[in-house]
């Protein structure tokens, strides 16, 4: 059983920072690609950043790219997601995620999910 527990979010400002943070509960967590995925109100889940399962290639949502930073602890079996220069529109529930095969680079590898931490940047 896979579980996933996500922490670090909160309220902040815009231009501010936050650093999520993902604990596995599985040995073979140094195995597997991890991501982070949102989901906005009324809006559908989606992708913000991967990461392969040694840390040696990343990946970026567009929207966030240049400012977000995943990144990940194999002897801690934690990944992160360092949030730099918040917008309004990053507002969301983040998810962490663990993929079914080691890359982490394609959306739909994803099998396992966290329950969510809220991020909400405001003014």
């Known amino acids: 059983q896979v579980q996933l527990v996500e922490s670090g979010g909160g309220l902040v400002q815009p231009g501010g920072s936050l650093r999520l943070s993902c604990a596995a509960s599985?040995?073979?967590?140094?195995?597997?690609?991890m991501g982070w995925f949102r989901q906005a109100p009324e809006k559908e889940r989606e992708f913000v950043s991967g990461i392969t399962w040694n840390g040696g290639s990343t990946y970026y949502a567009d929207s966030v790219k240049g400012r977000f930073t995943i990144s990940r602890d194999n002897t801690k079996n934690t990944v992160y997601l360092q949030m730099n220069s918040l917008k309004p529109e990053d507002t969301a529930v983040y998810y962490c995620?663990?993929?079914?095969?080691?890359?982490?680079?394609?959306?739909?590898?994803?099998?396992?999910w966290g329950q969510g931490s809220q991020v909400t940047v405001s003014s």
């Open positions: 599985e040995r073979t967590f140094s195995n597997y690609g």
């Open positions: 995620a663990r993929s079914v095969t080691p890359w982490g680079r394609n959306k739909d590898e994803y099998a396992y």
